[in-house]
């Protein structure tokens, strides 16, 4: 079955420090990545997405997110993080040919960026 | 320009009461989503609509039924609501070559 595994539910970094957001897929082909964030009481706002091309994806807020197809992995990065950073951080999936831009979604992983 | 709005916030509904989520969208997208966010779990798609006038079924359709009369509008009903369905529910949006969702707000439904 298709799957987005998001390993850790929760994530602490002090400020200033590197941050990252695991996930890994199971889909096979060549699917489409995202990661969103969820700023409490609101919607998802995408962040950054993956299509083709270079591995190393640079998108909104500093946020950066690297491909690694053999380890069917879409890991959320940035150098230094920033308490308004903390939310939730939720990376999908658009398999090959899955429908018209139908996405699957993991369970979401809260980061708490600390003063 | 407001992109997706969603309507009602939030709401407390006894359970057996018909709800209509409402949606609607600017953007003059061709494709809409409706998904419900529960912990733990991510966010599960409910139906989906490829363009005006056709539907589809998503992980979770029981319980639910959409229509989409028109490009800008797809709401979600609850004929008969149920506790199980208390969650908070995101309208969704997607051009085809942009390749990603842009999200309404959310409505909060509590069933009780």
Known sequence: AQSVAQPEDQVNVAEGNPLTVKCTYSVSGNPYLFWYVQYPNRGLQFLLKYITGDNLVKGSYGFEAEFNKSQTSFHLKKPSALVSDSALYFCAVRPPGGGYNKLIFGAGTRLAVHP | IA???????SQILAAGRRMTLRCTQDM???????YRQDLGL?????????TAGTTGKGEVPD???????????????LAS?????????????????AGMQFFGPGT???VL
């Open chain 2, 108 to 110: 909060r439904l509590t």
């Open chain 2, 3 to 9: 992109g997706i709005t969603q309507a009602p916030t």
């Open chain 2, 81 to 97: 609501a149920v506790p199980s369905q208390t969650s908070v529910y995101f309208c969704a949006s997607s051009d085809e070559l």
């Open chain 2, 28 to 34: 003059r997208h061709n494709a809409m989503y409706w």
């Open chain 2, 42 to 50: 991510g966010l599960r798609l409910i139906h989906y609509s490829n």
């Open chain 2, 63 to 77: 319980g639910y039924s959409v229509s989409r009369a028109n490009t800008d509008d797809f709401p979600l009903t």
